[in-house]
């Protein structure tokens, strides 16, 4: 199953995109994505004012003379994607789907890693893993990775965040920025989260449709879901069940976003219908204030 044998479409996001990343994202991705921090680079001898606690005493005891550790900051980042492939990112009540905006972001995303000499990787997954690409540089590499969202033929239908996340913490060794980008229509991945976010910055970015939360007004009509395969009825001009459904789609909502604050997940949400440059412009603004 692709979500696209349109050329024109996929060239239409990569173009977006690249004017989007030239006109103000590469100038703030910088300092929104800092660094991981830093790292030792090299020891030399002790001089009048430096830190006596940067002393090493193993050097200082085997030569004789007081020797300091040096650091450095370390510049380079590393961001690791974990793009969800599910088939309830294909939805769109509107002109995109979950998929476009998905995909969109990601270009966004991985377009100021290029441009930024940065290193990036993704993992596509639904049920299963359907890809893991691991970390390059260059524009050549970013590009390669966005066709991958639309040409991916998924094997699975369903989403296992879980898995997924478990996986990310399994194949990253060095910090990163972990950037998730999903609808998150799934349960039982907040252990693994919550190992993930202990060492490295995780972005969330929950992709949604209005009728995610807002059941339509409409007649009696047959409902599938998408990734189960299950059928059910449903009466959208009962005011009674519209309500229903938001009230039980927001609670989830609250409490994932909750789950995600108390871990020191980023959130970043975008509906279907938001101009995603715009939103992802105010995210970076926010990173950049905090």
Known sequence: MRYYSDLASIKRIRIIASKLVESFFSGNYRSVFRGPGIEFDEFRSYMYGDDVRLIDWNVTSRTGFPYVKVFREERELSLFFLLDLSASMIYGSGERSKIEVAGLTFAILTLSAAINNDKFGALFFTDRI??????????KHALSLIDDIFWVEPQGRGSDLKMAVKSASQLLKKRSICVIISDFKTDNYWHELS????????????????????????????????????????????????????????????????????????????????????????????????
């Open 130 to 139: 359907e890809k893991w690409v691991p970390m390059s540089k260059g524009k």
């Open 195 to 290: 190992i993930l976010s202990k060492k490295h910055d995780v972005i969330a970015v929950k992709v949604w449709d209005d009728n995610d939360i807002s059941f339509p007004t409409v007649g009696l009509i047959r409902l599938q879901d998408p990734e189960r395969g299950e059928e059910m009825y449903a009466y959208g001009l009962s005011e009674e069940f519209r309500n229903s459904y938001r009230r039980f789609w927001m609670a989830k909502h609250r409490k994932w976003k909750r789950n995600c604050f108390v871990r020191g997940v980023n959130i970043l949400e975008i509906n279907t219908s938001m101009d995603v440059g715009a939103e992802l412009f105010k995210f970076f603004r926010r990173r950049k204030r905090a």
